[in-house]
């Protein structure tokens, strides 16, 4: 398998559930993004992990918790989530951290009930 | 504060109407723009990178431009097919992309 490789491609979560995004990428890249896509909205970059160490975190609410394990995966543990965090969550791999095309993979679409 | 902008918003042609889309840029330390295709529901795919003034990339119908201020996605004869939402991305020096809030391209036959 290539690219990268997000599970589950839909989620639907009540406000006081726990879940975990997974996403895998096997392009052999070194750095690791999560973006959240709202309808009419630019795509909003959350975390960065860089060779395994998070290099951004854009004033992300504590109710959405990144995990880098390994160059090759990464996690968003969501808990208590609001309505509003109704999204699409896209991961994406660039095989470095800056100035270099990003891959994403298909999403998972979230829905908070 | 660093922005990107995308024009128009919706773009509707017929099969075979050639035209362009926008993107317009305030950033400051360009490193390289990117222009990606988004299906509704999948994620983004990678068409182009473009990293100097005067520079263009072209793949099938598409034909992507760069200036100091702005890139233009030209397509030329477009089909069905080619409806999608075309998303335009800044990258500064050591950070993350700033993407746009792209034009969604619609051609019917």
């Known amino acids: 398998e290539t690219g990268v490789t997000q599970t589950p491609r839909h989620l639907v979560m009540g406000m006081t559930n726990k879940k975990s995004l997974k996403c895998e990428q096997h392009?052999?890249?070194?750095?690791m993004y999560w973006y959240k896509q709202s309808a009419k909205k630019p795509l909003e970059l959350m975390f960065v992990?860089?060779?395994?160490?998070?290099?951004e975190n854009n004033s992300v609410p504590s109710r959405f918790s990144p995990e880098c394990p390994n160059s090759s995966h990464l996690f968003l543990h969501l808990h208590t989530l609001q309505p509003e965090d109704s999204a699409l969550y896209l991961c994406?791999?660039?095989?470095?951290?800056?100035?270099?095309?990003?891959?994403f993979g298909q999403g998972t679409r979230l829905t908070v009930v | 504060e660093d922005q990107v902008t995308q024009s128009p918003e919706a773009l509707r042609l017929q099969e075979g109407e050639s035209s362009s889309l926008n993107c317009s840029y305030t950033?400051?330390?360009?490193?390289?723009l990117f222009w990606y295709r988004q299906d509704p529901g999948k994620g983004p795919e990678f068409l182009f990178t473009?990293?100097?003034a005067g520079e263009e990339k072209e793949k099938e119908r598409l034909k992507a431009t760069l200036t100091k201020k702005e890139s233009f996605l030209h397509i030329t004869a477009p089909k069905p097919e080619d409806s999608a939402t075309y998303l335009c991305a800044a990258s500064l020096s050591r950070t993350a992309l700033i993407f746009g809030k792209g034009t969604t391209l619609s051609v019917s036959s």
């Open positions: 473009l990293y100097s």
């Open positions: 392009l052999g890249h070194n750095a």
């Open positions: 992990y860089s060779l395994e160490e998070r290099v």
């Open positions: 994406a791999s660039s095989q470095e951290y800056g100035a270099t095309e990003a891959f």
């Open positions: 950033v400051s330390g360009l490193r390289g």
